[in-house]
């Protein structure tokens, strides 16, 4: 069992940045592959960005993809998640996930663990 709380979420206005965070406990961090999510009101779970547990690949939503950065510090048991120049269409609570999967896993289904979730809202 991996325990994950996000937190680091907020309100910021268009073109704003806010870093998330996802701090892990329980089983052995540096085994998961660790994946963001987002959920819009009234939209589906969507994949952000994903890294896998050495940290040596990521793979991201084309939505986001030159301005969200995900890292981990395994040392800290902790995902991050950059959000840069941001729009009015990242609102949405994100979430963060955990699995035992090697592969850069893209789909929510994928995932076995979850946090609760953060809000990001950005106003225009």
């Known amino acids: 069992q991996v325990q994950l709380v996000e937190s680091g979420g907020g309100l910021v206005q268009a073109g704003g940045s806010l870093r998330l965070s996802c701090a892990a406990s329980?089983?052995?961090?540096?085994?998961?592959?660790m994946g963001w999510f987002r959920q819009a009101p009234g939209k589906e779970r969507e994949f952000v960005a994903a890294?896998?547990?050495?940290?040596?690949?990521?793979r991201y939503a084309d939505s986001v993809k030159g301005r969200f950065t995900i890292s981990r510090d395994n040392a800290k048991n902790t995902v991050y998640l950059q959000m840069n120049s941001l729009k009015p269409e990242d609102t949405a609570v994100y979430y963060c996930?955990?699995?035992?999967?090697?592969?850069?896993?893209?789909?929510?289904?994928?995932?076995?663990?979850w946090g609760q979730g953060t809000q990001v809202t950005v106003s225009s």
């Open positions: 890294i896998r547990w050495s940290g040596s690949s990521t």
């Open positions: 996930a955990a699995d035992l999967s090697l592969a850069l896993l893209v789909k929510s289904a994928e995932y076995d663990y």
């Open positions: 329980g089983r052995t961090f540096t085994s998961y592959t």
